[in-house]
DNA sequence: CGCGCAATTGAGTTATATCAAATACGGTGG
DNA sequence: CCACCGTATTTGATATAACTCAATTGCGCG
């Protein structure tokens, strides 16, 4: 039995090793020796769009790296008001807030089809202690989120309606490695934006209607980047 | 030279095993051994409210921890807008966005009499390679300011105006030791908030006609936490 | 082809911004 | 201690942007 699950735990660890995207995950730099520490299995998940890999309030035994797609960090207010605080995408870390082992502060959901390695945080917990590599890797990670928190505060939480769609619109654009970008749907646009969704739609129609943003097939887009940004930000 | 140098750091670190709120800051499980690896004065530095503790873009040779007062973390957009992304109080550290080298992100500026410790950035970077213990104060750092942000994105900058200005002040209410707390200047709620200054200013005024907001001497005030808390969430 | 959901659009309402004026307040100097 | 000045706050009238509600159109998928 035991041997069972240390196999397993190898089998993990050997996929790690040759990880066609490790350069912008976690484990980065960690060493062959850091991965000889690793004693419990790394699962490769898939989910379909729209799917909940966590919800707020729930424990948290493992932590997710976005392989591929989209994932959207959702906040349930108590009056039923909800506000999409983040997204993550490749090489960013799902529950990072949740590593110290309090409950769940978002909901997570899959915003189109998603690959995440989802890691057991005792994992993290052993290896934190052993190696700074990853310590550092986890101190980027913070870093980015922090800053993309404030970010989506000064950026897409200020102004009027027309300026938030706009630098939405750029941060997407920013944010792909290929020219086109995923585009939401209005629902979520609005609750990225604090606006309705029938604003957000408004808006997006207009930069439509300019030739600012046409979109392609598969829920993708793309934006006459430069005039966009001549006009906003 | 270099042995007064060396001297003044000494003292630098003295100051730090003896301070009156080590539980609170960055250096709280230091251990003797860690302390005698400072060799950089620590410096204990005054400002009067609405002083620049650092601007944005400017290098960060130093972080800062907060001793008392209140620091604001503004964010200038290239149209001129500014928002208000972050309140730091005691214990917190002004400056955490920067530890990599990047240049400011932010503006910080003292809404009241404030006192922080002035801690070199080198020291920080040399305990990190050495010490576990100050990573994770560290680590501690981040997650208190990145659920500090997400919180600041879903309850004050969502919903209509009355329902941020009562969540804010139940927000500085909650971060106050004491029964009263800071009220910022109409302006700095504002900035906070995503409203107008004249915005900010009715809503508050509102809630004083209502008995639930009660303005006290020196810039503090009292609110009815069960009610208002009943009324906005 | 048609069903269901998402997006768009429009009309009417409301909240907030804007502009302007009056009042209160804090600090300073006589 | 009081009077004064500059600044912050309050308040009101009006304009405007966003929300709300409702109907229509478009689109993807079975």
New binding site residues.
């Given amino acids: 039995m035991k041997n069972r699950t240390i196999e397993s735990a190898w089998r993990g660890a050997e996929r790690c090793k040759n990880c066609a995207i490790r350069h912008l995950v976690l484990f980065a730099d960690l060493t062959h020796d850091d991965f000889d520490r690793i004693h419990h299995p790394i699962d490769d998940i898939e989910f379909k769009p729209?799917s909940r890999v966590y919800l707020q309030g729930d424990e948290m035994p493992f932590v997710y790296t976005v392989r591929s797609g989209l994932i959207k960090l959702v906040q349930h207010l108590p009056n039923g008001d909800r506000r999409i605080v983040r997204i993550l995408s490749q090489g960013d870390l799902a529950g990072l807030e949740n590593l110290d082992g309090q409950p769940a502060s978002h909901e997570a959901v899959t915003m189109d089809h998603v690959r995440v390695c989802r890691i057991p945080r005792s994992i993290i917990a052993s290896l934190k202690r052993d190696t700074p590599r990853l310590h550092d890797a986890l101190l980027q990670r913070w870093q980015k989120a922090l800053s993309g928190a404030d970010n989506w505060i000064t950026r897409l939480s200020t102004?009027?309606?027309?300026?938030?769609v706009a630098r939405l619109l750029l941060l997407l654009d920013e944010n792909s490695e290929d020219d086109s970008f995923f585009?939401?749907?209005?629902?979520?646009?609005?609750a990225m934006?604090?606006?309705?969704?029938?604003?957000?739609?408004?808006?997006?129609?207009?930069f439509?209607?300019n030739g600012l943003l046409k979109?392609l097939?598969?829920?993708r887009a793309w934006i006459d980047e430069r005039e966009l940004k001549k006009q906003f930000d």
């Avoid at 102004?159 to 938030?164: D, E, I, L």
């Avoid at 585009?183 to 609005?190: A, F, N």
């Fill in positions: 729209g102004g009027n309606a027309r300026s938030r585009l939401p749907t209005r629902e979520d646009m609005g934006l604090g606006i309705t969704t029938e604003s957000a739609s408004k808006m997006t129609a207009g439509r209607r979109p097939e598969d829920h």
